[in-house]
């Protein structure tokens, strides 16, 4: 079962590798992304975080209709 998840079924055709090699780079772009994008929505969320703890300190009265 190893040979099969590594590509080895059926010898060494040149399109098996050839798409074996194409996946690899594939699922290796998809994990540089999934980096990327967890760094940045950690970003977004301590600065969410830094913007709530500065809005907590405003002491704002009780907010009226606009119609009177």
Partial sequence: MAKALLGYV?????R?????????Q???D???ELIRIQAENDM????ARHDDS???GID???????YS
Avoid: Y
């Fill in 26 to 28: 594939r699922v290796q």
């Fill in 60 to 66: 704002v009265p009780q907010a009226e209709p606009a």
């Fill in 44 to 47: 977004l969320s301590a600065a």
């Fill in 10 to 14: 059926g010898g060494s055709d040149p």
């Fill in 30 to 32: 998809l994990e540089s």
């Fill in 16 to 24: 098996v590798l050839s798409e074996m090699r194409r996946l690899q």
């Fill in 54 to 56: 500065m809005l907590d």
